[in-house]
């Protein structure tokens, strides 16, 4: 698998994309941007953790303190927007 | 609830699977710890694992995402203990180990420390028989994982004094978690009759007259368990599941303790459940 990693342009596009290879390499199907990740049943807290760890390494942003609530990484939409926002910080 | 005043610093011994996860528990909740193993590497892992877990309780809101969080010490010296105020043993269930290092420990640590065993099944007044002051020891029996499950099993021995019920009650409150007070005796409540009906299940796998699925599905779907027998076998650790069931067996002569081949087996081959990838369930690669 090959990701983009760390490029200074990273836009959300980018982000939503490699989020979306991400799950689809972990969870073995296709997701929308907009599906609850959770409320599938695919996906357990112990997966939002991977996915904490896989957001914080690949766009070099560190998720913490209030940031750490699933409501964050419910779906792609709302991590895209995470990462946007940590990234401007 | 009482005694909010009361500042707590905990020694954990054993960096294993619970030691590690009542390190993060506490620190999760404000309280510093010393954690002690024999093995320097044990520590690292543990301080690895502590962060990562205390992330996860985070996010997942059962343990605070702000405020302050308590330093973790790794050491290799009982010695560094002098300092604190409760102990808990979470070392590997063997009574000779625990008896051993209990002495040693009730020797190093102020007189008032509470010493507090998380033993699966081993009685807290044989234990108390090794420390220098039996008054001082309780058992806490925590489940896996403790920074998410709320309720444990606290065992007053014949010989455990008022103070230190009084300073499991304060510590339980310092990481809120609600405590059931039972009696003493092999297993207590909770592994008198889990580790039994673990070893039944497995039983049943071995004569080949369901499959661990078949098993678990049985007792979620039509009991309503949250995780069937063997589930939960996995996560406690197939290695525990076996130390428990032999300190049950020779405490109570009683054959239905006694270890069945499969679980022997699965042990003898290395496959302990969740912390090593596979055990009745293949877990992919090993995780807290």
Redesign the interface.
């Known amino acids: 698998m090959t990701l983009s990693i760390n490029q200074p342009t990273t836009t959300a596009d980018d982000v939503e994309q490699d989020l979306l290879r991400f799950l689809k390499q972990h969870t073995k199907k296709s997701w929308e941007p907009d599906v609850d990740l959770f409320a599938s049943g695919a996906v357990s807290s112990l997966f939002a953790m991977q996915l904490v760890m896989f957001l914080e390494k690949n766009f070099d942003i560190a998720i913490g303190g209030d940031n750490l609530t699933l409501a964050n990484f419910r779906t792609v939409n709302a991590m895209t927007a995470l990462v946007r926002r940590l990234s401007d910080e | 609830m009482t005694d909010d005043q009361v500042t707590h610093r905990l020694g954990v011994l054993g960096a294993g699977v619970m030691g590690t996860a009542i390190a993060t528990l506490a620190i999760g909740r404000g309280v510093p710890v010393v954690l002690v193993d024999v093995d320097e590497s044990t520590l690292e892992r543990a301080r690895t694992e502590v962060a990562?877990q205390l992330?996860?309780a985070?996010?997942?809101?059962r343990l605070p995402?702000?405020g302050a969080v308590g330093e973790l010490v790794t050491t290799t010296s009982l010695g560094d203990l002098a300092e604190v105020t409760d102990v808990i043993e979470a070392v590997t269930e063997l009574p000779e180990l625990k008896a051993k290092l209990l002495a040693e420990v009730s020797a190093v640590v102020r007189p008032g420390t509470l010493i507090v065993s998380n033993t699966s099944a081993i009685p807290v007044d044989e234990m108390a028989e090794s420390t220098a002051r039996p008054e001082e020891l309780v058992g806490i029996h925590f489940m896996n994982p403790p920074y998410l499950i709320r309720t444990v099993e606290v065992i007053r021995g014949p010989r455990t004094g008022d103070r230190a019920m009084e300073q499991v009650t304060s510590l339980l409150a310092a990481f809120d978690r609600d405590g059931v007070a039972v009696g003493d005796g092999p297993g207590f409540v909770i592994n008198r009759i889990l580790q039994r009906m673990i070893n039944e299940a497995a039983r049943i796998v071995e004569e080949g007259k369901a499959t661990p699925e078949a098993v678990d599905a049985v007792f979620q779907g039509c009991l309503g368990h949250c995780t069937g027998p063997l589930s939960t076998a996995d996560l406690i650790g197939l290695d525990n599941v076996v130390d428990s069931l032999r300190v049950l067996h020779e405490r109570t002569g009683d054959n239905g303790y006694e270890p069945c081949d499969l679980l022997v087996a699965k042990v003898r081959a290395g496959d302990f459940g969740r912390k090593t990838g596979r055990g009745f369930y293949e877990h992919g690669e090993a995780?807290?």
């Not at chain 2, 985070?58 to 809101?61: D, R, V, Y």
Request: net charge positive; charged share 20%; no cysteine.
């Open positions: 990562q992330r996860l985070q996010l997942m809101g995402r702000t995780l807290s």
